[in-house]
């Protein structure tokens, strides 16, 4: 005799058990799920720091996030937001640089505005002072200040203008050199120019470092960089100085964003960042080597989006994925139709749904690596031109240029194409979770909000990624040209005559077989971009660029799954754990055949480096089978990023799996069923129970008064 179960809810019957289901799987995996983590974060070494980090945040009574957080004002967002960052600055004061950049991109994921006011200081504007000004500069206004540590001085980075966002050299802010007094005159010459989306200008900031036109005897020199204060150490604006907040956003209300208006501020000339561009007292101009050298602060940040964009997609899948395990839905062609008692289908098990959502998790997967490896790029690149310029070695700083140049390319590229994802990945998994999905509770609303502010900002994705493309377009160019070969990440165009011409039809994949062969895919995908590069080119000789924005933007996306998947190949290949590598490479077949081919198919047929058999077979074969594969260790590859309840903050998506009983209990929390009226009760009471029309009327329109006053 069976006797009903009784958990956090009475229950009179043994209602669904969707725990019992994930930890069946759970106990089903083949391999250990901490030996990936430690892969997905690089070293052992730095998976274990992450764990810690998030435990000690868990922890911490004022960082520690719940579902309330999703019933929180705007005002209540800001508040809490700078109790929080205020709690922060005490950890930055003993991490190392390396503990605390992770600790911020682990905040990224359970509270991002947190994580983005604090990065505006720490990231934006710091970064900017680093990239632009001398060693001196930096020591003043970053160390010497403690801007470094949150204290004395907030900064704010003033690019962006109401009328020019990603065009930053078209910014119309003015910088004029008064010889007389050596001194800059920061102006905002109409609406226009008003700095606008300025992230602490609203509340935070003492200083910005103002992007402005460099006016020099009258002559515009093009936008340069100075560190202009806006509020004393009262707190109170400089004269000249006029703020705003811009109000309420589409998310991340916790940031203070505002606009900003210079009204002839006077600051002196060696406010003025001068590492690369120079400015005498004598008004005497030195220009830089290459004008993208003033905009390297944004390549920090744009490290910090690919790695946000994995621990994003790493998140929602997680719950879309846990989800999917724990609940069923009609009866499927895998239960028996005659069998009365036989239990709905798993969502996870309907092919739709694996197809739908394991294109995410495996994007999560690659995207780890191309992070690490962005980042570590990066470091480097701009420990060589700084070590070139403090020598003032040129022939090292044009070395040093080239590969900024490339880095610009990987940099771009990268951005737009996993924050692009990682947007879709959300709403994506949202609707894989049904109703459900739509609860703020479950945090796809608050993430999808909070996520797509990157696909503009920093440079809007179609913008960016046209002008990474164009360089693409310049290097095909000049190979055919000049014969110049390229260096750096793009170099696979060196191979330019072997793939056009006589070679256009050379087909790559010509079935099912070459499309899991990694390495193969790759190597498509470099005859891709040489073709449709070849191709484009042809139109930009023709007529201009902008003739071309749709392919660009194509190149741009394709380039960025090459970086992508060469770099997880690669990371695979070095691993040294065996046992995990068969999980990893079909990850990486997922990713190469959903993510890439069975997007770009058009491009891949039209330019003959897939056959229409590799494309049939795609979609009958190769994806069905992989999914099959990956299948049955969807449990671990979740288990693996290593997010705690916390971290994922979805009541359907916690750990134990049991989605009902939390999601539930949850609800009742949050709204306690005691409070069955609400403030606005009276408005319905009022309606509900109002008179007849004929008495609000006083019965002076009834038949029976007709009658009288006819009389």
């Known amino acids: 005799m069976s006797y009903p179960i009784t958990t956090k809810t009475v229950s009179l019957s043994k209602g669904p058990d969707p725990r019992s289901l994930i930890q069946k799987e759970r106990d089903a995996q083949k391999f250990n799920p901490q030996a990936m983590q430690y892969f997905l974060e690089g070293s052992k070494q730095r998976g274990e720091l992450i764990k810690s980090l998030i435990q000690q945040m868990e922890r911490d009574p004022i960082l520690f996030t719940d579902g309330s957080y999703y019933d929180l004002t705007k005002e209540q967002q800001r508040a809490l937001t700078v109790v929080k960052i205020n709690r922060v600055s005490r950890y930055l004061e003993n991490d190392s640089i390396d503990v605390f950049t992770q600790r911020l991109s682990l905040i990224g994921v359970f509270d991002p505005q947190v994580c983005t006011r604090m990065m505006v200081n720490l990231g934006l504007f710091l970064n900017s002072i680093k990239g632009n000004g001398t060693d001196e500069q930096f020591k003043y206004w970053a160390i010497d200040k403690k801007t470094h540590q949150l204290n004395g001085m907030y900064g704010c980075f003033g690019m962006t203008e109401l009328a020019h966002g990603s065009n930053v050299a078209g910014i119309e802010t003015t910088a004029t050199f008064d010889k007389a007094s050596d001194e800059f005159i920061i102006n905002t010459p109409h609406i226009g120019a008003t700095k606008w989306w300025i992230g602490g200008a609203a509340h935070s900031s003492t200083h910005t470092v103002c992007y402005a036109r460099l006016i020099v005897d009258g002559e515009d020199y093009g936008v340069k960089t100075f560190v202009v204060p806006l509020r004393d150490s009262n707190h109170d604006l400089m004269p000249g100085v006029t703020v705003g907040d811009i109000g309420a956003k589409m998310g991340r209300d916790g940031i203070d964003n505002g606009w900003i208006q210079f009204s002839s501020v006077r600051i002196p000339r060696f406010f003025m960042l001068q590492k690369f561009c120079k400015v005498s007292r004598e008004g005497e101009v030195v220009l830089p080597p290459l004008e993208q050298l003033s905009y390297s602060a944004l390549l920090g940040g744009r490290v910090m989006m690919v790695l946000d964009s994995y621990r994003m997609l790493a998140r929602v899948s997680t719950i879309a994925l846990r989800y999917a395990i724990g609940r069923r839905q009609f009866k499927g062609d895998n239960v028996d139709p005659d069998d009365e008692e036989a239990l709905e289908t798993q969502l996870l098990d309907y092919p739709l749904h694996q197809k739908r959502l394991f294109p995410y998790l495996a994007a999560a997967y690659v995207f780890s690596a191309g992070a690490l490896k962005v980042e570590k790029s990066i470091e480097e690149t701009l420990s ?19 590969g900024m140049k490339s880095l610009f390319i990987d940099s771009g590229s990268l951005k737009s194409t996993s924050t692009w994802l990682a947007a879709e990945g959300i709403d994506q998994c949202r609707q894989a979770c049904g109703g459900h999905g739509y609860s703020a509770y479950n945090g796809f609303g608050k993430a999808y909000n909070d996520w797509v502010v990157q696909c503009t900002w920093e440079g809007d994705n179609n913008v960016l990624a046209m002008n990474i493309s164009k360089s693409l377009i ?12 390229v260096k750096g990440s793009s170099d696979f165009l060196n191979q330019l005559k072997e793939y056009t011409g006589s070679g256009a039809s050379k087909v790559i994949l010509d079935n099912g077989n070459d499309i899991t062969d990694l390495k193969k895919f790759i190597k498509s995908l470099e005859v891709a971009i040489i073709r449709l590069s070849h191709e484009t080119a042809k139109t930009v000789r023709k007529h201009n660029f902008d003739f071309v924005g749709a392919e660009l933007v194509t190149l741009s996306k394709l380039n960025a799954h090459h970086y992508l998947l060469s770099e ?19 990850l990486g077949r997922v990713y190469a055949a959903t993510v890439v081919l069975d997007k ?16 049939t077979d795609l979609a009958k074969v190769v994806i069905p089978n992989l999914c099959k594969q990956v299948r049955p260790n969807v449990v671990g590859l979740t288990d693996s990023f290593q997010m705690s309840d916390m971290m994922v903050n979805a009541a359907i998506g ?32 009022d309606m509900l129970n109002r008179p007849s029309l004929d008495e609000r009327e006083r019965f002076e329109k009834t038949l029976e008064t007709g009658e009288i006053l006819s009389k």
């Open 474 to 485: 310049k290097h095909v160019l000049t190979i055919e040209d000049k014969g110049k070969s």
């Open 654 to 685: 916690r750990y134990d799996g049991d989605i009902y009983e939390n999601y539930f209990d949850l609800v009742k929390t949050l709204n306690p069923p005691a409070k069955h009226k609400a403030p606005y009760s009276g408005a319905l009471e």
């Open 384 to 402: 060589v031109l700084d070590k070139a310029v403090q020598s003032n070695d040129q022939a090292a700083i044009f070395k040093s240029i080239d």
């Open 568 to 586: 997880y190949v690669r990371r695979i290949e070095a691993h040294d754990d065996e046992s995990l590598k068969p999980y990893l490479y079909d």
């Open 600 to 615: 770009f198919a058009g491009v891949f047929l039209a330019f003959n480096v897939a056959s229409t058999k590799a494309i």
